[in-house]
């Protein structure tokens, strides 16, 4: 077992350690060599080193250097070096995260995780938390408490009689909502397309006064960082006007809810402590391993109500919490202890800087192509930069030159009908030499392509 080990971790840092000098996106050649793949199972065991040593000459070239510090695509992050070694102990230990009872060790970890979480997030304090698999998880666990409490204040119990005869629920949603978001309003029975979506403005923020008349059960969904823009609803005036009369607001915050952790962008988020729910990542911008999100409930028992594995009455809340209850998975891995070690050694100030940084990076690019002339679409008030290179065909052409060049990697969006190469900075391992070389990059092909300044 300890060979075993030893060599994982000296190939996984012979991996990390080339990551600076490598293509950011895989070469050809490695993605073709993956066809060997195509192969019978095997009749008879294997032995382990040798599983291990195939794994990594064929599958570590064939990666996107999403752990370096030129990755931009998909607003995703890197892993924390503290938390990809945390994530490898915990999966030594194989603990089953979901019950409490033969599991203490993770279970406390997760606790203080939890309770750190609320407290750099600013959210109230008593709000219950549930490690996920992402925001898409999150967003459901934060929608299905919706659901419970806006039909439970109508004198229906969804969990026990289903939609069938419940009394209608208006859901609202921006123009501009995330597809997890509708995903998630499809898989509870809410509807992907019976829903209210709310026009937005230039940015992609809601408009207030599109606000319609709100009565009876009623679920509003708001955004903090726009997958395009970074840019966030406005919290305060919503929540105002939802909550008179008694409508959920839930928020996806899957990148952007971090802002509320750095000291100079929380004012983006103002008003946000005023909603029910909220959804957000780990594996994005507190930079651990996936699979790791995070749901946060104001009202714990509506979020138990519908996750718990057993009917409410059946298990009356005890004084040990049990976070199966709060999950749609039952066994799952101790996701907390990732979340635990990114915190430990970041402290607040890690954490605020982190972001901070990020943003400070999407300035320089925005900056950089602008002073260049090429036009850049967005207010850049978070980590987000939309560029367009002149028409649809040439931003398109510069995309996938970059791509293939290797230096860094952006993707390509459509933004109010134009479209943009997005620049999402993400990762704790992005330096400014990072952002010089890829900026650098970026100006070089735009040229080469004939790119309109
Ligand atoms: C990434 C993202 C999601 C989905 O998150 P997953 O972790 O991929 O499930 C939802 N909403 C927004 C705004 C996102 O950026």
Redesign the pocket.
Known sequence: MSSLLDDAAKRASRYLDALPSRAVAPLPEAIARLQSLDEPLPEHPQAPDAILRRLDELGSPATSAMAGGRFFG???GGALPVTVAANWLATAWDQNAGGHGPAPGVAAFEHTALRWLLEILDLPRHAAGAFV???????LCGLAAARHAVLKRAGWDVEADGLFGAPPITVIVSAEA?P??IKALGVLGLGRSRVIRMGTDAQGRIRPEFLPPLAGPTILCL?A???NTGAFDPFAVLCERAQAVGAWVHV?????LWALAAPTLRHLCDGIDRADSW?T?A??WLNVPY?S?LAFVRDGEALRAAMSVTAAYLSPPGPRRVASDFTPELSRRARGVDVWSALSSLGRSGVAQMIERCCKHARRFARGLESAGYSILNDVVLNQVLVSFGDAAITRRVITELQAEGTCWCGVTEWQGQTAMRISVCSWATTDDDVELSLAAMLRIAARCGASA
């Open positions: 998909f607003v995703i698999t992402g925001a898409t998880q999150a967003n995330h997890t978001v955004q960082g726009n997958i996806d915050g899957a990148f952007g959804a990542d594996h994005k699979d999100g």
